[in-house]
């Protein structure tokens, strides 16, 4: 007669619990020894009783067992969570090529395009909707207008204060300096300056011409700069006529 199926569930007896316990734990690390050594596996067991008793038996020594598992489990969360954010990403993605599908029409629809399959209803919405933007679109175009309106004054102001303070400076530099009827000759004026093919071409006027011209122009700029009388010259020149008819005279009775 064959032996009956133990119906798997906690063992309320306690002496009976111990001793299942104990069976099945020598048994246990029995397959596990058996496994790693027919198999060539890596075996790790790991038991606590319910009195916390440890029992244990590892093929390769538990630490370097317990460093491989947590190696492993780490790096099979970091896939995991690698993968969870892929299935994330692209269903974002997905969303975001729904919404940009939408853009690109209610794009065209504004643009007065694709309004075949638009109702009454949605064609009164669009138009609204243009009306309201064209609206916004003039009150910011008055706006700006205003705003370059206004830095023009601004900047109109500003010109007519500068001028106002030129005014005053010039006005202030010309009290400083009284102002004159007679203009003052530069030197070039008074001693015109002949060129050197002028002087290499014209002979050189006797000291007799030079003088006779300087004492015919009476009102001469040398006059000026030398500080003689205005009349000095006709003087002289009266004195020598009259010197000249002495000369005559006395010749004539001669």
Request: net charge positive; glycine share 4%; with cysteine.
């Amino acid at each position: 007669m064959g032996r009956g199926k133990i119906e798997i569930k906690r063992i309320e007896n306690a002496n009976s619990r111990q001793v299942t316990f104990s069976k099945r734990r020598a048994g246990l690390l029995k397959k596990a020894k058996e496994l790693a050594i027919l198999c060539d596996a890596e075996v790790a067991v790991i038991i606590f009783s319910n009195t916390g008793k440890l029992f244990e038996f590892s093929s390769s020594g538990m630490k370097k067992t317990l460093a491989r598992y947590n190696k492993c489990s780490q790096g099979s969360s970091e896939i995991a969570q690698v993968e969870h954010k892929v299935e994330k990403d692209s269903k974002e993605v997905d969303n975001l090529k729904d919404v940009i599908a939408k853009l690109q029409i209610k794009q065209l629809q504004l643009l007065g395009k694709n309004l075949t399959n638009m109702s009454l209803k949605e064609l009164q919405l669009l138009e609204q909707q243009l009306d309201e933007g064209l609206l916004s679109v003039k009150e910011k175009k008055e706006q700006l207008l205003m705003e370059q309106l206004q830095q023009s004054r601004v900047q109109e102001q500003r010109a007519i204060l500068e001028n106002e303070t030129l005014r005053r400076q010039v006005e202030e530099l010309r009290s400083l300096f009284p102002s004159t009827d007679r203009r003052v000759q530069s030197y070039l004026e008074c001693y015109p300056v002949e060129r050197k093919n002028s002087l290499m071409s014209h002979s050189i006027p006797s000291p007799d011409v030079t003088c006779n011209c300087t004492v015919e122009k009476g009102d001469s700029d040398t006059t000026l700069y030398l500080g003689l009388p205005n009349d000095y010259h006709k003087r002289k020149k009266a004195e020598r006529e009259t010197h000249s008819n002495d000369s005559e005279s006395q010749l004539g009775l001669m």
